[in-house]
């Protein structure tokens, strides 16, 4: 449940892939809406309706990408009511930590801060993927993450997000994964499945 930031590159694609060379069939349904709040799905009624019907094990919130700087406050309430339904249906939350911009990277703490406090108060499944970025862009110039309005992730982006998921959301090391990706080197590719398996245990031993 999301927008571009999820929609860009087949960021659910990506995981699946991954998945794939783990042994998992992982199976989606993406509702998205470019610039979305999760007050506008909620508003639309799609995202209820197929919660409710669909059979989902998890379903996954991700924010509009400034609103959780903006208003913190109100993210939350989104997901509380989110989370009422998703319990209902008998899945589970996850939370999709998403980056700063990146001419703005110190807004980076007041998402993670909007993300981990949800996640903290519900009981749900928070994916680090901003602050994985983070860790990584104070690492290394290359590849780039963002795309070139500096918002949206380039695929490089998308793929270091996936990782995350992989790790997690299925529990699961990406390192060795060798499945081709289409517009990524493999020698690129490794990076960012080490970089998110080393940054993700890092963040496990200092939680």
Known sequence: MGNSFTARNNLPGLLTALAGARGIDLEHKLIQAGGASLRQHLNAGKALDAIATGGFDVVVLQEQSTLPVKSPARMRESVRDFDAAIKEAGARTALYLTWARRNAPESQQALTSAYAGSAAELGATLVPVGVVWERFLSMHDQPVLHDKDN??????????????FLIALLEHDPVGIDVPVKGLDADTAALLRQSAWDICESLATTE
């Open 151 to 164: 918002s949206h992730p380039a695929l490089a982006g998308s793929y270091l997000a996936a990782c995350v």
